[in-house]
């Protein structure tokens, strides 16, 4: 396989392009658990029969664990909004339409979401009484089993030269409630510093969905306090302000 073009760079992963072939190698730091659950989750989405990359190995390279895909050829969805901002109506439609798809879909052998945040809020700096309060607020919500893309933002979407949109990154895929899914996609969308687009697209969601806006927003603190464990400092203050919050509007 080829190394030498480059098409993205993120904290501990360089994905690379040869030919119809998109390959994501994972420095040392990155654990081989981690690595094979990322293709494991992968799999068990391509089986749903949504538009994904097809998976084809998982291997090492240079002595570094890798993750071989299809390359899908198309435009970032980020990239189209960017270039084209009068068609943003438009775009966040097809956004939410295709989150709704993903919502509508089954894998019963993927983690469940509850467990996935019981985890990181245990791992959280937060102190003991706001832990409880966490974990007993993440209990008493309804248990669901929808498939939850985990990082689902425009950026992971790619649209074809013929209009077909595929979902990348499953690495955070779970299954459980879709309510908590798009509240980490509206906190996606505010830590860009797009709140506008953020409260148009909880909007959107709760309307396409039959969802009650205060029902996602229940679920901002839990999902806040779950993403704050990233090694990310500016990010992390920006969430935590969210774990505070109790009361909406």
């Known amino acids: 396989m080829k190394l030498d073009n480059i098409i993205a760079e993120r904290i501990n992963k360089t994905i690379y392009r040869d030919g119809n072939k998109c390959i994501k190698i994972f420095d040392e730091s990155y654990s081989k658990a981690d690595v094979l659950n990322e293709a494991l989750n992968h799999a068990r989405v391509e089986e749903t029969g949504l538009n994904i ?3 084809s190995e998982v291997t090492r390279i240079n002595g570094k664990w890798a993750i071989v895909s299809q390359f899908i050829e198309g435009e970032n969805l980020a990239d189209l909004i960017a270039a084209d901002p009068a068609k943003y109506d438009e775009y966040l439609n097809m956004f939410v339409d295709l989150q709704l798809e993903i919502q509508s879909k089954r894998s019963p052998l993927l983690s469940q979401l ?3 945040m019981n ?14 309060d966490l974990h007993t607020r993440l209990t008493s919500a309804p248990d669901h089993s929808k498939l939850c893309h985990g990082d689902y ?3 992971n979407i790619i649209i074809t030269p013929d209009g077909t949109p595929y979902v990348l990154d499953w690495a955070h895929a779970t299954q459980g409630n879709a309510s908590a899914d798009a509240a980490r996609t509206y906190l996606l969308f505010c830590l860009s510093g797009n709140i506008a687009g953020a409260d148009k697209y909880l909007d959107l969601f709760c309307q ?3 969802t009650a806006k205060k029902y ?4 901002m603190p839990i999902v806040a306090a779950s993403q704050s464990v990233k090694k990310n400092c500016k990010e992390k203050e920006i969430l935590l302000r969210w774990v505070n919050v109790v009361d909406y509007e």
């Open 216 to 219: 996602v927003q229940s679920w």
């Open 153 to 155: 933002n425009t950026s």
């Open 114 to 116: 509850k467990d996935k």
């Open 53 to 55: 990359p097809e998976l």
């Open 208 to 210: 396409k969905s039959g």
């Open 119 to 132: 985890r990181k809020i245990d791992l959280t700096d937060l102190d003991e009484t706001t832990k409880y």
